[in-house]
């Protein structure tokens, strides 16, 4: 576990609870864009998520990945939820979530989770006052690799409300529908002009249908996400070069003209072999709908393998492509 991690959370929380504390704060300097600015600062990305959502109609929900080394094979998610009508920021969410649900996680992982856990809520002790805490984990409990860990702490301050979540579960019961489960929430709620404290968390998360089978048949043994066209070449550049192909065959056939134009890419392919399209810009304007179109066409795509956590992983990628006289100059 590296200290630098936690920099992220330990710069919000200094500007959240900042922020609670000067009484002659004009809260709507904290809305949405000034967020966007500190997510630039860390190269995040903005995602599409479908499965969650702001449980309020008037209000709204972005999420940013980053890349994050606090638990090794994990992606930080960030998630922000803000007014409809003038965007000022009322829940903050850090999230690192596994989400996968038929994996089981080694001790080694298991303690890194934990660790990070026991982290924050030191830091968030040290500048809030605890309102309650309940739950199966402390500081002080063994961790093994069967039991279940669940702990939530909260804590209050004169405009913030603070949530911290640990969930970690290797249960596998295909037949009672219970899969493993590891994640750690911190979550900010924020008093804002006339917005009041919500009772509960205004980000809801849809349900996901029911799959006949929880675990992946995959071959993959490599760190790379594995194209039917790479399997005797399972490096990154095959992957960028087979994408890049039909994204410029399509091109041609839909007739765009690439007379020097460039395109930027940015690919997630998740434990499931399900890949997603987080990141697109071009000069030319009919390249990014193309590329999407290549993107949620590709099939029988495997996940990288982690070796670590011996379990199939996220994996997020991003580069660039220059076109030049209807050809591929540089990628």
């Given amino acids: 576990m590296r200290k630098y991690s936690l920099i992220p959370i330990l710069l ?3 500007l959240v609870q900042s922020c ?7 809260l709507t300097g904290y809305n949405l864009s000034h967020f966007r600015t500190i997510e630039e600062q860390y190269t995040s990305r903005e995602i599409i998520d479908p499965s969650v959502y702001a449980l309020s109609e008037d209000y709204d929900i972005i999420s940013f990945i980053r890349k994050d080394n606090t638990v ?3 992606d930080l998610i960030v998630r922000y939820v803000y007014a409809k009508k003038d965007s000022v920021v009322a829940e903050i969410r850090y999230e690192l979530d596994t989400d996968d649900t038929y994996q089981k996680k080694s001790i080694a992982f298991r303690k890194a989770l934990a660790a990070h856990f026991i982290n924050v809520a030191k830091i968030t002790s040290s500048t809030n006052t605890k309102k309650a805490e309940q739950g199966t984990f402390n500081a ?4 093994n690799d069967t039991d279940d860990y669940y702990n939530i702490s909260t804590w209050t301050a004169p405009r913030v409300h603070t949530t911290l979540l640990l969930q970690m579960s290797n249960t596998l019961e295909p037949t009672t ?3 493993p489960n590891h994640k750690v929430y911190v ?24 799959q006949d089978s929880k675990t992946p048949k995959f071959s993959n043994a490599t760190k790379v996400v594995l194209l039917p066209e ?6 990154e550049e095959c992957f960028f070069t087979t994408i890049n192909t039909k994204v410029l065959a399509l091109a041609k056939q839909k007739g765009v003209a690439l007379v020097a134009d460039t395109l930027i890419i940015g ?3 998740n434990q499931e072999g399900t890949s997603s399209l987080f990141r697109t810009k071009s000069t030319n304007p009919a390249l990014p709908e193309i590329c999407k179109t290549v993107i949620n066409s590709l099939t029988n795509v495997e996940p990288s393998y982690s070796t670590e956590s011996e379990a199939y992983v996220t994996s997020s990628y991003s580069w660039y492509i220059i076109f030049k006289d209807g050809e591929i100059i540089l990628q």
Avoid: F, W
């Fill in 140 to 143: 002080q409990i063994p961790i």
């Fill in 230 to 235: 790479c399997i005797n070449t399972p490096t």
């Fill in 72 to 74: 090794p094979n994990l």
């Fill in 187 to 210: 979550t900010y709620q924020i008093v804002s002009g006339d917005n009041t404290m919500p009772k509960s968390s205004l980000i809801g998360r849809k349900e996901v249908k029911e």
């Fill in 20 to 26: 609670a504390e000067r009484k002659d704060t004009d």
């Fill in 177 to 179: 529908h219970t899969y």
């Fill in 12 to 14: 919000l929380l200094c």
């Fill in 267 to 269: 690919v997630r392919v």
